[in-house]
């Protein structure tokens, strides 16, 4: 049998490999991952914008943002400003804090945060918009405890308990099932 190309899985090795090496691999809202490195564990991490696109945090919208609001800055500039903004607002995420916390509006849109950056030089500029990224962070981190808490009772009360159940069966296996 062949082996696989592991380039092939994008939402591990390609953008997302930048994403989750400054990370560690370690979730950024909830914190699972920092125990150990462990191979089932991380193929399950994603790329979390704090500040979606709906809200203009993607790449493109940021750079687009930049040079509407800083007409006078020169093009490579804002180019790599973007980027350093849009790596701030990506984090590594596992699904769980992924799916629950996406839907979730910002309080502030990249393009305030950019809008109401000051005039100045790019390091301000910076500064200023990954202060607005820090409350994001701050908020969906607060979000994510109080929903865990709630599904890790859920889990303890009614799941494990069902899926004790289901392992303990003689003869069968529960993956066949």
Known sequence: MDTYDYRNCQSLFGYAADV???SGGVCQLCGCGSREVDFDLWRQMTVEHLIGESQGGYLRQ???ALT????DVPRSNVAS????IDEANTITA???CNSTTSRTR???SMTEAIENAPEGRESEIYLAVTSGLRQVLDDKRREVRWKLDSVKRAFDEVVEPRLRSARSVPGGDPGLR
Not at 81 to 84: D, G, I, Q, S, V
């Open 62 to 64: 940021i750079e687009r």
């Open 20 to 22: 989750h090496g400054r």
């Open 68 to 71: 509407e609001r800083f007409p």
């Open 81 to 84: 400003l973007a980027r350093r």
């Open 106 to 108: 910002a309080r502030i």
């Open 94 to 96: 596992c699904s769980f």
